[in-house]
């Protein structure tokens, strides 16, 4: 395997999370189990597999890397990708794609899909992809994998075989369909792009940013250009329902011992353990 990017992986509850965030430089992300991509300002070279993407914004630490994606599906002869992204970026998103068909003199064969808040998108006859609106300083979405569940509905508990079948035959409707949200990531956000979607609390497992830690940087000024402070958690801490919650975007201003050191002053036990540093 070629190694291009320092990637990390996290293994939760039969999900693996796999990426690299860190603010103004590169954003991807992988869940290799639900055949997922989240953003592509760095294209890892083992990503390339995957064929469907969402992108939370178009500010070039979460996007600059899609023509290489794109392009290495071509010329390995993989199926073109299927990219999901805020409405309003489709256009030059698609204009971008073709500068560098000119420079490069290949193909870029790609669909790309606009989306809006409160949109769905099917990734399996299982899963389900909610968009929803994040707070940044240009449009910026989060996304929710719900796991789409079926089970009989109450009237028909307790019936046999065979009835429930003829009820099948007739027509009859008699499943319900429930959602669990599995996986939750936010993007870049300010604090209400979490307060005003509560589902990113409930997820079992939300991927979200802590792009500064320092007691001495200005909250006001954070989250004016769409970013959150470790105070923000702390903050929030009895609404984080997840099993686990990773942080990550932190500032090239600090350090790892730093941002351990800062963030263990607010947050001693790490939200009860849940908190996981993407370091």
């Known amino acids: 395997m070629v190694e291009n990017v320092p990637l990390l992986r996290h293994h939760h509850d039969g999900l693996t999370i796999e990426g690299y965030s860190r603010a103004a430089v590169q954003t991807c992300w992988r869940v290799n189990e639900l055949k997922v991509l989240f953003d592509c300002g760095i294209q890892p070279w083992d990503f390339m597999g995957t064929s469907t993407m969402f992108i939370s914004h178009a500010h070039?630490?979460?996007?600059?890397?899609?023509?290489?994606?794109?392009s290495r599906r071509r010329m390995m002869k993989m199926d073109p990708p299927v990219i999901y992204m805020p409405d309003s970026a489709v256009d030059n998103a698609w204009d971008m794609l073709q500068m560098f068909r000119r420079l490069d003199?290949?193909?870029?064969?790609?669909?790309?899909?606009?989306?809006?808040?409160g949109d769905e998108t099917s990734i399996s006859r299982e899963y389900v992809v909610t968009s929803l609106p994040t707070r940044h300083t240009i449009q910026s979405l989060g996304f929710v994998i719900h796991q789409r569940r079926h089970k009989l509905k109450p009237q028909y508990v307790g019936l046999e075989g065979n009835q429930l079948r003829e009820l099948k035959l007739s027509g009859t409707e008699i499943t319900e369909e429930s959602r669990v949200p599995v996986l939750a990531y936010t993007g870049d956000t300010s604090p209400p792009g979490l307060d005003d979607n509560p589902v990113f609390f409930d997820a079992k497992v939300l991927v979200s940013e802590m792009t500064?830690?320092?007691p001495e940087h200005r909250k006001d000024k954070i989250h004016k250009h769409?970013?959150?402070?470790v105070d923000d958690y702390l903050k929030r801490a009895d609404r984080f329902n997840n099993e686990l919650i990773i942080a990550s975007h932190l500032s090239t201003r600090y350090n790892d011992t730093q941002v351990k050191r800062l963030v263990s002053r607010v947050l001693p036990d790490m939200l009860g353990g849940r908190l996981k540093l993407w370091l």
């Open 60 to 70: 070039l630490d979460h996007i600059a890397a899609l023509p290489a994606y794109v």
């Open 105 to 117: 003199r290949g193909a870029m064969p790609c669909e790309l899909i606009g989306l809006l808040p």
């Open 212 to 214: 500064f830690v320092a």
């Open 226 to 229: 769409g970013h959150m402070h």
